[in-house]
Every structure is written in C-alpha cells, then in structure tokens.
C-alpha cells in the first residue's frame, strides 16, 4: 500500500504545532508495518533544508488562475526521516522563513495544492491514499475528483485528517478561478456559507475523515465554528483516532536537548537536574514546584487567562512556587504576560518565541504542566508531559479528556478542571502546591504516567483499518 501524505507542517522539517509532529511521525511508523508512507509538503526556508541534501525529482509547469508558474519538486536524499520527504518549491511564494501568517497564503497554499495534483497527475502509477492534512490541503480531494486536467486521478482514495477545525482556508467566490478548470455544477462542493471553505470541501469530497482524538470527534458536532451541521451530517465516514507520540524523538532517556538523560527508575534525581538548569537560566528557585505552559498565546489555549489566573496564584500563594511560560500568539496576551513576569520576576518568566530545545528543557524540568485550553483537538503537550514525568493539568476538553485522568480517581495521576477560568486554575494551582509536598505521591504518578504507553504503533493500525475500508 502506498500514502501520500499532504500537510504544511511536518518536522523536522517544519512545525508550528501538533500538526508537524503529527506528520512527521506516523509515516516513519507506517514504513515500519510495511507501507509505503511519504510526504509532500511546501518548500519554506527552515534549517532543514540547508542542512540537507536533496536531489530534483520532478519540475513543471502548471496554472493557478491566469498565472502560470513553474514548481520543482525535490526529495531529501538519504533518506533521514525513515520515510521520503518531498518539497514542493514554487519560488517567490512559498520560500519564505515562516510557515504560515502572509497575506497570501490563500495563493501560497492553493498553489502549492495544484503543484502536488499537478505532479501527482503525471505519475506512471496512482497512489493507494491520499491522506490530506487539515485545510492547507483540503482542495486536494476536489481537485481530483472535479477538475478537468486531473481526471486521471479521480477514482485515487482520499481520507482527510482534522487536526484542527478552528482553522478552514475560508476564500471569497471570487478567487474561484484561481481552482484549475472545474466542474461548475459542482459548485456546492466547495460552498460552505458563502465562501469557499477548502476544510468543508475536504468533508465532503474525501471517502474518510479522521479527527486526531474520539471526543474531538464528538465535540465537532456542536463547535466546530461553523461546520458542525455539516459534520453531523456526514458522521458516518467519521472517526476519532487517538494521535501517538513519537518515541524516539520524546524519550527522556535519550533526548539530547536534556542536561541530564532520566527514566522511570532515576525520574526524582533526573527531573530535579534538569529543573536546576532551568532555574539556574531563569534564575528560579529549584526547591518549589515549576509550574509550565507551553504553546501558542491564542484564545484556543485559554492563553488569555493565564495572566489574571497567574496573578492571582501569586497573590495567593505568594512565592510559594514558580512559573514558566513559553510561547508566542496574540500581541495583547504576549503584553499581559510579560508585564506580569516584570511585576514579578523572582517567580514568573516569560519566553516569548518559539524554541524546540527549550520545550524539551521544560517538560522534563517542570512538575506541573498547565493547559487550560478552551479547545484542544487531541495535544500533545500533556502526552509529552507525561512521558517526562510532568504531571499534566488540563482543562476536560477533546483529546485532553480522553489521555489524563484526574488524581482524584481511581488510578489517576493529572489534573483535571471544567473551566477555563481564572478561579478553576487557581483552584488546580492549589492542589498542585499540595501534591508537591506529598513526596510519595508525586513519585507514584510520576512512574505512572511514565509507563504509559502512547506509541504510534497502535495508532498505526486504526489509520490502516481506515485506509482498508476505502
Ligand atoms: P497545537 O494546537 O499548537 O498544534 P499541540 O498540543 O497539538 O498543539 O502541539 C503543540 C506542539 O508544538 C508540541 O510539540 C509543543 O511542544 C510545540 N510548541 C508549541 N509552542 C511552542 C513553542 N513556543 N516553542 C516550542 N515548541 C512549541
């Protein structure tokens, strides 16, 4: 079986969130159980690529409106991923240092979109799936299936994964033409509300979609900002299926961003160096309990809350514990953050950024990790968490509630709060502060949470069963 595997983010790569990791994973462990699983994926101007070699696999030609531009697609060469990696490069458009944040990436990303089905198009054989990745790809299915110059691959599987519905690629009717020549009685298919919504068109047109945990799966039928009737409607090709983690790359016995390599066994000593290193930088005091966020600054995270719910914390319990937040999002809360770690910099620290090596630092330092999200698809920062030894506090939403259970219950060893409030934080801050002290407790959820086991080999066989059925 052969899965191509469309996405704008897979790391090493490139990522911005889950979705990177997400892609740059369950290929490697799919080419482990015998299928042929790779990547395509637009060519930006991350390390990655400067530090790799790549060879010219394919270059064309192709239209995107009236435009006509040129696109070469090149593979890493050796194969350093344990799956082939493909970068489309269309120069000028997609070149650039971010991933995402242009005011053309509705060009950028249907541009991209056209390069693959274009190329894909040109191939001496048709691909067993197609699996798109959220909407950056979502045209994909359409494409296939309705453009004219792509009826080759008309009868090709699709299955589309939701990684997140918050995000569609929402484009105004007049940039239709920027599609390649259509079938204009299909219309509807790329329609929802009144504009062109490549996400929806994705839930229409592919044979399955999958949404990256069980209750996310739920949840979209009531929030899905907007598409929750479409969903509905179409939940019989649906289905939830729980991300995994990437082991070798999220092992505190071999990660090399540690000060000091840990596992279930040394996890007390491991995680109390590696929380000295972290203290030492941000000059904390490594004796209390290191509470850490990290992840986007936006409204999805319930980052906006941390600043008052922090604030309060300290007022509460004063010194008592210290806080690290790293991220970067939404310029009002990156504002209320910083200003509150300046108002109290013995015990609050703000990084604002994005820094792998760093995340790495903290999950492994920290004893606490917040995440108060108001949405959250499956997150992986609580599977991370876990597998270092960090106690996850969570919001009960999507993937969140289906990966902790609270310390409360039986067997439990998180925990778990309703609200993403200032008063449930401070209420979870509470119970936290008392675990810390209860020394034996704390190792017990510790070697718990470490030996739980959230490895994509699992995972791998759901997405086979999806793909078997198409
Ligand atoms: P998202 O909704 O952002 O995709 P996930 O929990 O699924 O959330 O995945 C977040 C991933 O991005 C994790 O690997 C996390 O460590 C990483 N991450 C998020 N923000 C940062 C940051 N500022 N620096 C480093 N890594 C980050």
Redesign the pocket.
Do not use: A, K, M, Q
């Given at each position: 079986m052969e899965v191509v595997h469309i996405s704008a983010e897979c790391y090493p790569v490139a990522k911005a969130?889950?979705?990177g990791?997400v892609v740059g994973a369950l290929p490697k462990y799919q080419n482990k159980a015998g299928i042929v699983a790779k990547v395509v994926m637009p060519m930006y101007r991350t390390p990655f690529l400067y530090s790799s070699s790549w060879v010219v696999d394919y270059k064309a030609k192709a239209f995107m409106g009236a435009w006509e531009f040129e696109y070469t697609i090149i593979k890493e060469a050796n194969n350093k991923l344990g799956f082939d990696v493909y970068l489309v490069d269309i120069h000028g458009l997609l070149d650039r240092q971010k991933i995402y944040g242009y005011p053309d990436d509705t060009e950028r990303f249907t541009a991209f979109q056209i390069a693959v089905v274009h190329w894909m198009s040109h191939w001496n054989h048709r691909p067993s799936v197609v699996h798109c990745h959220d909407y950056h790809a979502g045209l994909i299915p359409f494409m296939m299936q309705h453009c004219y110059d792509y009826q080759n691959l008309k009868e090709v599987p699709s299955v589309l994964t939701i990684h997140?519905a918050q995000y569609q690629g929402w484009m105004d009717w007049n940039k239709s033409t920027l599609i390649p020549r259509w079938d204009l009685s299909k219309k509807g298919l790329l329609d929802w509300g009144g504009s062109i919504n490549p996400l929806a068109a994705a839930i229409k047109c592919a044979r399955k979609v999958t949404t990256v945990s069980p209750s996310y799966m739920l949840e979209l039928m009531h929030h899905a900002n907007g598409l929750e009737t479409l969903i509905a409607s179409e939940k019989n090709k649906c289905v939830g299926i729980l991300n995994g983690i990437d082991h070798e790359v999220w092992n505190p016995s071999t990660d090399n961003y540690l000060t000091e390599y840990f596992s279930v066994k040394t996890v007390t000593a491991g995680k109390q160096k590696n929380k000295q290193n972290i203290c030492d930088q941000f000059g904390l005091d490594a004796a209390k309990p290191l509470f850490v966020f990290?992840?986007?600054l936006v409204g999805e995270k319930a980052a906006d809350v941390l600043p008052g719910a922090l604030h309060i914390a300290v007022q509460t319990y004063g010194a008592k514990a210290s806080y690290v937040i790293?991220?970067?999002g939404e310029p009002a809360v990156e504002a209320g953050l910083t200003n509150l770690a300046l108002a109290n910099n013995n015990c609050i620290k703000v990084s604002v950024?994005?820094?792998?090596s760093l995340?790495h630092g903290l999950y492994a330092a920290a004893d606490f990790l917040l995440m108060p999200s108001r949405v959250e698809p499956?997150?992986?920062?609580q599977l991370?968490a876990m597998r270092y030894g960090t106690v996850p506090m969570v919001r009960s939403t999507g993937g969140l509630q289906d990966t902790v259970i609270d310390m409360g219950d039986e067997g439990g060893y998180g925990i778990r709060f309703t609200h993403a409030n200032e008063t449930d934080i401070v209420q979870s801050i509470r119970r936290a502060v008392e675990v810390f002290e209860n020394k034996k407790h704390l190792l017990w959820m510790r070697e718990r949470m470490m030996q739980i086991n959230h490895s994509w080999e699992q995972t791998v066989q759901s997405y086979t069963r999806v793909y078997d059925s198409i």
């Open positions: 969130g889950g979705l990791d997140n990290i992840g986007r790293l991220g970067s950024g994005y820094n792998e995340s499956c997150g992986l920062n991370y």
